[in-house]
């Protein structure tokens, strides 16, 4: 399977051979054009279904360690920006290896765009193959699930195909790693910063009414955009703080942030702080790799999806409500929903497949989804479950008072 076979080059491409190989574990060989970082890159590759949102997805820390197929063809063409990325970290590598995109990347055609998306990728680092029958590499993804691959772009099309293929077929699965570090901060701050409105851009929070301190494990912007829109003066700590880094901080609520990798793995150093943090009955909100080491903290398991979530359009209940709400999600591992003791509830579940997508204590003011309620880039349905988290902190502290 490649992309041109002998053939010209597709419409928008002008090179007349590969300049970038995406190599997968197996041994097939997808020949492209290279865009971005002239470099190689290994990663699991993933498919994401979103057809808008490139920027924040290649920003987003849950990719840490992997090559982000996108199934929208046209993927680059408005551009980037200065705004919209949402790591936090700076100092921290870009997340993703690498991109896999199926048209060519054109001039940007947005009012907004500050960057070619090309330029951006190699300031970023990030290597990029193109001209990819996408369709394709998505169904062998869905069939035989995540593939390790190496991507590779060389303007001069010179490659060591058969050390690419043993390169791929060497490295690591992603179960077992912690790749946390590679993107989470090191240090506590603050964060005021509120979300995004026209014509006035981003905002700040101006006061507060409750303190959270937030648990960075890859968390995003827009997550602590709307924590702050919310009323929160938030505390960022390391994934490394302790319970004594946090309680001196004297929160109202805790919050678990997204993040990359095997969510067990992380779990060996940040799962015993949480289960503390329970104990001591804090209001706490969690997402995605923060849902997962809920569930961990609690005595659930977490497991290896075949293909994972990734996209801006997957269908959620939430059975508290029965309603049905699109969300954003990006995750590899998902909560056993078999594995949850008695005090945790099932609050919310994918209608694609079924799995877990969100959980409730019973005994403690604790909850959690899989999904992305922040967005960026996805839909709004899910923004409710910040309220939800505030009431929570709201109902905690009237209860304090009372007594």
Known sequence: ???????????????????????????????????????????????????????????????????????????????????????????????????VVHAAVTEPSNWRAARHFDAWLKARNIVGIGGIDTRALTTLIREKGMPNAVIAHDPKGMFDVERLKREAAALPDMAGLDLVPLVAATQRYDWSETPWQWPQGYGKRETAAHRVVAIDYGVKRNILRLLAKAGCDIQVVPATASVKDIIDLAPDGIFLSNGPGDPAATGEYAVPVIRELLDRKIPTFGICLGHQMLALAIGGRTMKMKQGHHGANHPVQDKTTGKVEIVSMNHGFAVDPQSLPENATETHVSLFDGSNCGIALTDRPAFSVQHHPEASPGPQDSHYLFNRFIALIETDKAAKSAA
Do not use: K
């Not at 498919?47 to 046209?74: C, K, R, W």
């Open 1 to 99: 399977m490649t992309a041109h076979e002998g053939n010209p080059a597709p419409q928008g491409w002008s090179e007349p051979r590969a300049t970038a190989l995406l190599v997968l574990a197996d041994g097939t060989v997808l020949e492209g054009f290279g865009i971005g970082a002239i470099a190689e890159a290994p990663g699991e590759v993933c498919f994401n279904t979103a057809m808008t949102g490139y920027q924040e997805i290649l920003t987003d820390p849950s990719y840490a360690g992997q090559i982000v197929t996108f199934t929208f063809p046209h993927v680059g063409n408005v551009g980037v920006n200065e705004e919209d990325t949402e790591t936090v970290n700076a100092a921290a590598s870009s997340g993703v290896r690498g991109v």
